[in-house]
């Protein structure tokens, strides 16, 4: 899809395009951008729901709890590794590429029902990126942030430490694009996909579990595939 391209400032008109309402733009201009931001921001913010019952396509729906799809070409793409570690790091693409790489086919799930069978995903396992750094002792867990300056996420560090915990920069066999989270993003694969951070900007290995994002709202901090979710709003 067109959101998948680089370089591109396709924020408004991935969403547009899967609205269908991409002929309406040129017509109605600024009005329109200036609705759909509204209302995009708003369905995303408090309901991820909202969206996904109008996107056709592959079963994937494209999540963003801010107003748009922030972008960062893969050339000055940075990723931090901080916190309470020996040596803290500044991975840029390349560097992930030269570390040693994973692949995962997982099936990707949403609490709020959907899901993509099969998915292929490639990247650094995260614990390969915390061995590097040398996590201090008497640490307990690992924050996410994100690039888009609100999303953030956690995990103990024995979760984070598991094999199917990964860095990723490839899903399905291509590089993660704009709509996806890329250049780079998180992949929890043994849970809800809240869990995968998109536009992973920091990882900050702390003292203490913080509660991330969705948390803040009710979700469970252990997000396991297929056990409950804390809230009431999950099919099945
Ligand atoms: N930064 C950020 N990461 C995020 C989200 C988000 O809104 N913002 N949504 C989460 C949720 S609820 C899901 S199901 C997946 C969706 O990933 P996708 O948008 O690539 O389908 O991303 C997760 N990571
Ligand atoms: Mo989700």
């Known amino acids: 899809m067109d959101g998948e391209h680089e370089g591109t ?18 017509a109605a201009g600024p009005w329109v951008s200036r609705w759909l931001g509204d209302v995009s921001g708003a369905l995303s913010a408090h309901d991820p729901t909202g969206l996904s019952s109008l996107i056709p396509g592959s079963g994937w729906r494209y999540y963003t709890v801010t107003s748009g799809f922030p ?85 103990t560090l024995a979760q984070a430490r598991r094999d199917d915990v990964l860095v990723v920069d490839t899903l399905d066999g291509k ?9 780079v993003r998180l992949l929890v694969a043994p849970m809800y996909g809240y869990k995968s951070c998109k536009w992973l900007s920091a990882i900050e290995v702390t003292e203490r579990l913080e509660p991330g994002y969705w948390e803040q709202f009710g979700y469970d901090q252990n997000a396991w595939v297929g056990r409950s979710n804390g809230r009431n709003d999950a099919p099945t």
Do not use: K, M
Not at 175 to 183: Q, S
């Open 175 to 183: 590089p993660i694009g704009r709509a996806h989270g890329g250049p």
């Open 71 to 155: 972008y960062r070409p893969p050339a000055t793409y940075r990723l931090a590794v901080t916190g309470n570690v020996d040596h803290e790091l500044t991975l840029t693409t390349d560097d992930l590429r030269g570390l040693p790489r994973t692949r995962l086919t997982r099936d990707f799930q949403c609490v709020t029902g959907w899901r993509v069978p099969g998915v292929h995903w490639e990247g650094v396992r995260l614990a390969t990126l915390l061995d590097r750094a040398g996590v201090q002792p008497g640490q307990a867990a690992v924050r996410f942030t994100s690039y888009d300056g609100t999303y953030t996420e956690s995990l």
């Open 9 to 26: 400032p396709i924020g408004r008109r991935v969403v547009l395009g899967l609205l269908g309402l991409g002929g309406a733009t040129v």
